[in-house]
């Protein structure tokens, strides 16, 4: 307070007239007790010596307390500096991006294509980062369906071992010394004429063909070569000779009856596999209303996906291919009254019967082949024609663009670089070092390119050996088009801003043509010529574009097959290379989702092998994990032995995509290198040829497989039937288990359920379940990558494969059968039921958490961390578990996932989730499992939650259908069905209530699983007592 | 007086016609005394086992269960095999204790103090298992159930591991409490003895002041009485709920209503194994073989026949069951277990606990003490055994053939156990230089002698 003249007192000024404030009144008045307290601070001493001066001491009012108060904070204080957790920074949005609402999800449809795999996909992104693919259920081709490679593709965006800009000569270097260096030297062999020439994988995209185009435009030398590593070429230049088209039909698989496939793994890597196997599993549903099914014949050397789904599956040689083709051709000629090929040996018995029954589902029935041999191809495509199949199950005037590769322009292209003709060569999507058979002395005839280009994302085989590498943006960074099927296209659109500096190919070549274009505004150019009549936005909105498919035509075949006989000469034993479900033709290797998906047949991850029959290793004496060495004309490989059922005597298989040795840290050095054993035949590639197999070495190489153990020892665990058995009792295969009850006196019969100790658990507004339908299943593992994305699901190595501590919370059971059956194992030694027949019937079984309504694991717990939902789901909740792992052990179904270590920020796995990269993919819904802690599925509960939260907003009840858990949503065949049991009409209660096929796993333990199974059923005439 | 009936002299229990004096010489020396030689070679070897099995916990607790053979299939392996095994060999000193104290067998009195000792050391070394076989053991404590902050959390009283937790913790609390009891008057008596004052003086507040009063002496026998009547269901009980953590899964080989009093009988079998194998040791090095003699080890080598006669039926009738019920899951378990690929720890645990065991009919080997110390290794060895098979070959084989799997040992599963074999022989050893190993007060009750000599004599 300024000081004022209190009325009655005379001015107090001091000599300087400055203004003098005075504290009070008794400052003014020189009072003699303030004048005395004016020079202490405070007006009262503070009670400091009470705690801490000499009174303090003497006297014990507050001190033992104080004492305790300080040594308690002291203490709380030291430990709580000690426990500080780990800094990790999370940025809040300053201004929030449209569209963008933390903790929502968008989805952005897209397509991937590269060069191998297709899909339209939807792209599930959280706070700007792809974190799960998904089908766009809008595409006619995959139909809302994934593929466990496209699945996995999301995590190779986030691959460590990408490149973080271009190189040039080894060196990073700008994009605009790039340009320049490269625009130069092409000006400079365009002047001279020199070769260019640009080597890509099939190219879908019509925006990309025209780049190319354009890019020729500007340099009139360029050639475009399209080459697949798995060639179907034959068939191009089979149905040039056979009707005129050069190009690859489009197939019905649905409207077949009777399907026969050789060599043709269609379920799994065959051209376009998620289309065929969803049509394909169309023809294989049964239900209530539906008691026809298709019939499958498969002839094929190695065990294939595809042949251990078939009815029928004759293994047969390499070289015996042709053969039982022309005997077929024949059979089905001698019908038809058509001219028939040269003389051919094969099993006639098989033949006519397949004859038999094709003739009789004339136009409802389809041959296909997989042979990379045109003979062969014109023999089918003949067979196909008799049959009347052009224009039913064959469309060839909608014609299929996934395979264009064309393997004579291919060689040429090899011949010029062994001369040197070459000038500049571009890679796009391929990697011919390491996919040609002779890739070793390809690379060394590209020191004299003087222009080598590779758009590789990372320094691969081919790429290293190149001038420059200029890194395309991730399919997912990508603005695209693509053309699958004739007047079928798709868009992507980038679903996050390229994370390194990268660009997208197209605009690299656009640049380097001289005009330099943003490629979206390129597309879009594009796409106003070509759909005038829609919208831009809407095209990319939807990401599909379809224009409606002309009815196909028939085609008369019109090549001469008469002159076509045996010719190949049959080996002692014949090698033939085939692709893997996770890690396909090898340029997705280096992902560890892919490379830990067991193979779909011999269940093992992280390597291949060499697949011989039983009866060769016995005659042979090689044992599983001896190293021999596989002789070709040309090549040789070192490679284990692995004894696999099936697989026909005299024949032996090798995977391809494995040996990498500059895909990455993950992928280097896994299994071995196949791809020389491929060879230039007729100048067409050939899959298969006669070898010689050494043993080099006796040791016990030992594989990583989640399955040791192969038959079902008598027990009913996949419930199977033959097709006339279900159709007088759709219980076949499936007959109610009554169990003896003796209450009081009174002895009843009931099924297991009804004889229980416990209480039913008090079921809410939902009550979830699942269905499984064996008969649909083909065992792909799409649903297990895709399971394995959602949930976060750690990879663990091989290592630890070996050691049986696999994560995946879903797997898929493969069994054989074995020549004991139950009944004579009883009397005989049961150990003979363990031993797999040579050539066995393969059944796959989905086994995911059951969510059992009497669970064994949610009793045994002493902590409660398992509990039973209000909705049926049995529960794991992680920050209560301590881990005694008893709720594992008392699991029927072993479905319980250990963290036997910690899995995250661990260099010792040091997969994605050991990166900042890697963890970008990780679903931020649910939580990263810590070490010592259970997992387990649980039924995507991050989802159904999700959805009951909206349908709360809006005040209404979830619909059936509305959502899906991971696995049933990219499952090509439909056989996973998700569901709530009480919506009475909902799809699950329509496939649970009739009690034809559907039952619970192990029944018998009466733990009332909420996931059921159903059946199946292989159209066979044989009863099941035969 | 030819008509009265004079019953038989029983040979007397001590030998060497011990006064009072000479019994506490003898059993105080090896308190008093230096230690020899063959206690130091024992001693370090068994406190580097010790030392190295915990460097092999501090390197699971560092690293994960992982660094365990243990998988997705087989949860539980040398774990709880090792936990079995230890409850077991713990049940020799309480039935010794407890109830030959309540059936008035005097002979108990020369080994009761080490069994009891040996309980408590080997609970020690068993509690270590379930303590740290936990994915998460610093949160082992969730498993008592304390009043916490987690809202309405608590423990799963259906679960048996969480009767474990007290079954295994009463046992502990009981045994230590009644062999601290019994050593009372004895640690009053070593004290007395002391010569150094910090001897005295740490004797003196171990011995709680006994004064060997009549009121004190009242008062133990009273405590003592009541503390056998707890420990005698102990003996029955604790090995029945660690029973119950296979007998009430649903696994084949494990659900199986026989498993209590099959697995009470073979704990009291490997006990008094491992008591006959540690007091032959201890009487030879310790010079007591005229307290515990060829009478006491025939004893309890006619325990080991009616025990390990008891668990081989209990084999038989497992067998029979699995037939018998036409369950083809436990048909198969039983199959597996003696033809499978683990048939050879199979065919160990028939060997070592079946067969060996009955040569004991034989008074020749019976009273041998050579045969007793090689035959009691063989029932150690056979009831580890026992335990690796009903655990490791019931899981590695369950319902689905699928997750069939095979489970082998990594090094530090083996040195953890190794470190408790250690651990509980150093302090075996520690407590035989420390407290008197024979429970002098009460033995000194039994060396009344007969008057038959004086009989002889016609006096």
Redesign the interface.
Known sequence: MRGKNISGLKDHQDPKMEKKYWKGVEELQNDAEFVRLKNNEFYENLPLDEVIGKKAEESNLTPRRDFLKFLGFGVAAASLAACEAPVRKTIPYLIRPEQIVPGIANYYASTYFDGYDYASLLVKTREGRPIKIEGNPLSSVTKGKVSARVQASVLSLYDNARLRGPMMNGNAAPWTNIDKAITDKLTAIAAAGGKIRILSSTVISPSTLKVIEDFSKKYPTTKHIQYDAISCSAMIQANKESFGVSVLPTYSFNKANVIVAFDCDFLLNWISPVEYASQYAETRKLNSGRKEMSKHYQFESALSLTGSNADVRTGIKPSQQLSYIIALHNAIASKAGAKSAGSATADGKVIEKLAEELWSNKGKSLVVCGINDASAQKLVNSINSMLGNYGSTIDLDNASNLRKGNDADLAMLLDEADKGEVAALFFYNCNPVYTLPNGEAFAKSMNRIDLSVSFADRPDETASVCKFICPDNHPLESWSDAEPRKGVYSTGQPTISPLFDTRQMQESLLAWAGTPAVFHDYMAANWKAWAPEATWDKIIQDGVYEKTASSPSSYSFNADVSGISESKAAGAIEVVVYEKAGVGNGAQANNPWLQELPDPVSKITWDNYLAVSPKDAREKGWRQGNIVTVKTAKAAVNVPVLIQPGQTPGSVSIALGYGRTKAGKTADNIGWNAYPLVSMVNGLLSYSATAEILKTADEDYVFAATQSHHTMMGRAIVKETSLEEYKKNPNAGNEEELFEVKVGKEISKKPANEVTLWDEHELGNHHWGMSIDLNSCIGCGACVVACTAENNVPMVGKDEVMRSREMHWMRIDRYYSSDFDPKEGEKGDVKLMENPSDMPRVVFQPVMCQHCNHAPCETVCPVIATSHSSEGLNQMIYNRCVGTRYCANNCPYKVRRFNWFRYSDNPKFDYNMNNDLGKMVLNPDVVVRSRGVMEKCSMCVQRIQETKLNAKKAGRKIKDGEFNVACAQTCPTNAITFGDYNIPDSKINQMWKPKERSYHLLEELNVQPNVFYQTKVRNIEESREA | MSGNHEAVVRDPLILGKKTYHQMTEDICRPVEGKANKYWWISFFIAFAAMLWGFTCLAYTIG????TW?????V??AWDITNFVWWIGIGHAGTLISAILLLFRQRWRMSINRSAEAMTIFAVICAGLF?LF?????W??Y??LPLPNQFGS????F?????WD?FAISTYFSVSLVFWYLGLLPDLATVRDRCVTPTKRFIYGILSFGWKGTARDWHRFEEVSLVLAGLSTPLVLSVHTIVSF?FA????PGWHTTIFPPYFVAGAIFSGFAMVLTLMIVARKVLNLEEYISLQHIELMNKIIILTGSIVGIAYITEFFMAWYSGV??ES?AF?NRA?GPYWWAYWSMMTCNVITPQLFWFKKIRTSVMATFIISIFVNIGMWFERFVIIVTS?H??????????YSPTYIEVGIFVGTIGLFFTCFLIFSRVFPVIALAELKTIIKKTGNQYKKKGI
């Open positions: 690293n994960g269960i992982g053979g243990a998988n997705k299939t949860g539980w379930p076989h936990t994915g998460r053991p949160l082992d969730w498993m959390l608590w423990v799963n259906n679960s048996p591991l969480l937790v953590d009430t899964s649903i696994v083809q899951y198969y199959m033809f899981l084989r369950d319902f689905l053939p699928s997750s069939w799997v095979m």
